[in-house]
C-alpha cells in the first residue's frame, strides 16, 4: 500500500514547446486564436494569443483545455454529447462543452492539455491538436495516492473518536480535488462541505488555511476575495520532500481550535508514515522518553504506518462504545487502572452484555477487529499505549 506516487506534469519547456507547434499551425492556417496550455488539475500555465485575435478567446481558451484536461478527453466528446440530445452534460461540473481543447499525454497518462479559441471548432482544434503532437518535455512530481490520503484522514478520524467529537474530516490532492472523506454518522451535515474548503486552501496556496483566517481577521478583509480560498483554520498541507501533494481538512469538532490541531495531526501522521515507508534505512521509529511524555500530556498519535498504528492513550474518565471494523487493538497499560467492556451489543452510549477485565500497570489487552469494547471507569489519568494493526 503506496502513500505516494510519481506523476508527470508538462513543464515550463514542453510549455513553450506546445506553445511553439500550435502557433505554427494556427500561423499556417492563417487563424487568429488565442491558445491556452493548463497543468492536470485544469490550472493554466501558458497563454498565447496571435495577431488580431478577439479578446474574449482568452477565457474560452482556458475553458477548453481545462475541460480536456479534468476530463481526460478532447472537449469535443462533450459538445458532440450536448449536439446528439444529451443537454445534462452542460451542467457537469467544471466542463465547457465546445470543441478544442486537447489532453496532453505521455503513454497513458494526462499530464496537462492545450486549448485554442478564435475559429471554427475545427480550426480550433487542428490547432491544439498540433500543439499536443509537439515533442514536450515534463517534470516528475510525488502525488498522493488514494491509500495515503485515506491513511492521513482516518489517522484524524482515529484521534476525534478518542476524544470523543466528530468533525468531518476530507484529504485532497495538489489540485485541491477531493481524494478521501471521513464521514462520522453524527457529523454534521454543513460540515463536509467546509472541511473540503478548507483542505483545498491549503492545498492550492500552499500553507495552513489559518493563515487566510488570521489575515481576514487582523486588518487585511481583501483576503476574502482570494480565489477559491477559505479563511477558516483547519486546513493543513501534506508535504513530502518540501513538495505539497495534497491536504487535509477538518471540520465539526468542538471549536475551530480543535479542527486545526486534529487537521495537523493528520498531517504529521502522514508524514511519519511517509518516511517510515519511504525514507530509507529499515524504517524503524524511535520515540525518546521526552516524546512519550510529551505525547501523554493530551494523548495522542506517536505512529501511523499503512499497516499499524502506535497511540499513546490518556483517559481520565469512562468513555463511548467503540468497535473496529478493520483494526485489531493491543493495549499494554503504563499507569493507572481502568476497567473494560468486552462483547455483548452497542445499545446508544453503553454496551449490553459483555465481559468486564480491570486492568493496571503491567496488563495487556488484545481487542480483536468487530469486537464492541468500551471504558467504563478509569483513574484520572490512566496511560496506556495502543497498537492498532490492520486486520
Known amino acids: 500500500m503506496k502513500l505516494i506516487r510519481t506523476r508527470r506534469v508538462v513543464d515550463e519547456a514542453g510549455v513553450q514547446a506546445v506553445l511553439d507547434a500550435a502557433e505554427d499551425k494556427a500561423r499556417e492556417q492563417g487563424s487568429r486564436v488565442v491558445i491556452a496550455v493548463v497543468e492536470p488539475s485544469g490550472e493554466l500555465i501558458g497563454l498565447r494569443r496571435t495577431p488580431g485575435a478577439q479578446v474574449a478567446s482568452s477565457r474560452v481558451a482556458l475553458d477548453k483545455a481545462r475541460t480536456a484536461a479534468i476530463f481526460v478527453r478532447p472537449s469535443r466528446e462533450m459538445e458532440e454529447q450536448v449536439t446528439a440530445g444529451r443537454l445534462g452534460a452542460l451542467a457537469l461540473h467544471g466542463a465547457s462543452c465546445l470543441t478544442g481543447g486537447i489532453p496532453l499525454k505521455v503513454g497513458d497518462e494526462v499530464v496537462g492539455a492545450v486549448g485554442t479559441s478564435g475559429e471554427t471548432p475545427d480550426e480550433d482544434e487542428a490547432i491544439s491538436i498540433a500543439g499536443a503532437q509537439a515533442e514536450f518535455s515534463t517534470a516528475e512530481l510525488p502525488a498522493l495516492t488514494y491509500d495515503g490520503a485515506r491513511m492521513a484522514a482516518e489517522a484524524v478520524g482515529a ?11 476530507s484529504a485532497v490532492d495538489a489540485g485541491g480535488a477531493l481524494v478521501y472523506l471521513v464521514r462520522p454518522d453524527t457529523a454534521q451535515v454543513a460540515s463536509v462541505e467546509v472541511t473540503t474548503d478548507k483542505a483545498r486552501t491549503a492545498a492550492i496556496y500552499r500553507r495552513p488555511s489559518k493563515d487566510f483566517e488570521e489575515q481576514a481577521s487582523g486588518g487585511r478583509p481583501s483576503a476574502l476575495h482570494l480565489a477559491r480560498a477559505v479563511p477558516l483554520q483547519g486546513g493543513i498541507p501534506l508535504t513530502v520532500d518540501g513538495e505539497v501533494i495534497g491536504a487535509i481538512g477538518v471540520s465539526g469538532a468542538t471549536s475551530a481550535d480543535e479542527d486545526q490541531e486534529l487537521a495537523l495531526i493528520g498531517a504529521e501522521a502522514f508524514s511519519a508514515a511517509v518516511s517510515s515507508q519511504n525514507g530509507g534505512g529499515n524504517g524503524a521509529a524511535f520515540f525518546p522518553k521526552a516524546k512519550l511524555q510529551e505525547t501523554f500530556e493530551t494523548g495522542g498519535l506517536l505512529l501511523e504506518t499503512p499497516g499499524y498504528k502506535i497511540d499513546a492513550g490518556r483517559r481520565v474518565g469512562p468513555g463511548a462504545p467503540e468497535l473496529h471494523e478493520r483494526e485489531v487493538d493491543v493495549m499494554r497499560v503504563v499507569s ?56
Do not use: C, M, N, W
Open 336 to 391: 493507572g487502572s481502568a476497567t473494560i467492556v468486552t462483547g455483548g451489543e452497542i445499545r446508544g452510549d453503553r454496551i449490553e452484555g459483555g465481559e468486564e477485565h480491570r486492568l493496571s500497570e503491567g496488563d495487556v489487552l488484545a481487542i480483536p477487529s468487530r469486537v464492541p469494547h468500551q471504558f467504563v471507569e478509569a483513574s484520572d489519568p490512566f496511560l496506556y499505549f495502543v497498537v492498532k494493526v490492520e486486520d
Open 159 to 169: 484521534e476525534a473518536a478518542r476524544r470523543g467529537v466528530h468533525p468531518v474530516v
